[in-house]
């Protein structure tokens, strides 16, 4: 099994560019979520979903969209990048949270300037 | 809300010295509580789970038990090594009910281990 696969691992973007980090997972897992880790402030949930085509707001969800049209992918789309969105991005899968945790992807290091 | 606090880092400690890393939460019922590790450059492992109270979560030598009247999950080991240097995360997350799809991190501990 691969796991929780993100694309890319290092992207740089200018101000007000967009684009989309992928996600997808073989696990056949029904939860999946996009977190930000930020130096001092821990991971935090931007958006989240609990099967296909069901998606909600977490925490700091301003600026991302998502969609999750199969159990597999879960793209996160940065609609006008700015430099508060530099960060680093995990993505993460599970079966069931409350017994199982999270698995997480090895994470996308977004630069903007 | 729910929320989690450890112990604020770095930590650095000698080769085969025992480890403490504190945690406590915050939750309105009844959570199930993790650790997991980050290496430097890599996306976080689970490393040990607790689903109930009194339950005991361990992994590579590390333990940590569930305790609901301290409201604590401490992660303990008793002789650590160069290859646990990491950044060590607290999380929780609600059973049935509640905001059961998510997971309420700390803020994470720098662990440093020096030979």
């Known amino acids: 099994n691969a796991g929780v696969t993100q694309t890319p691992k290092f992207q740089v973007l200018k101000t007000g560019q967009s684009m989309t980090l992928q996600c997808a997972q073989d696990m056949n897992h029904e939860y999946m979520s996009w977190y930000r880790q930020d130096p001092g402030m821990g991971l935090r949930l931007i958006h989240y979903s609990v099967g296909a085509g069901i998606t909600d707001q977490g925490e700091v969800p301003n600026g991302y969209n998502v969609s999750r049209s199969t159990t597999e992918d879960f793209p996160l789309r940065l609609l006008s990048a700015a430099p508060s969105q530099t960060s680093v991005y995990f993505c993460?899968?599970?079966?069931?949270?409350?017994?199982?945790?999270?698995?997480f992807g090895s994470g996308t290091r977004l630069t903007v300037v | 809300g729910d929320s989690v606090t450890q112990m604020e880092g770095p930590v650095t400690l000698s080769e085969e010295a025992f480890l403490t890393i504190n945690c406590t939460y915050t939750a309105t019922g009844y959570p199930s509580l993790f650790w997991y590790v980050q290496y430097p450059g890599e996306g976080l492992q689970l490393l040990l789970k607790?689903?109930?109270?009194?339950d005991k979560g361990s992994n590579k030598g590390f333990e940590a038990t569930y305790r609901k009247e301290t409201t604590s999950f401490h992660l303990e080991k008793g002789s650590v090594q160069v290859s646990d240097s990491a950044v060590y995360f607290c999380a929780l997350t609600m059973g049935s009910g509640g905001s059961n799809y998510k997971l309420t991190f700390g803020k994470g501990t720098l662990l440093t281990v020096n030979p």
């Open positions: 607790a689903t109930k109270a009194d």
């Open positions: 993460a899968s599970s079966p069931g949270p409350a017994k199982n945790g999270y698995t």
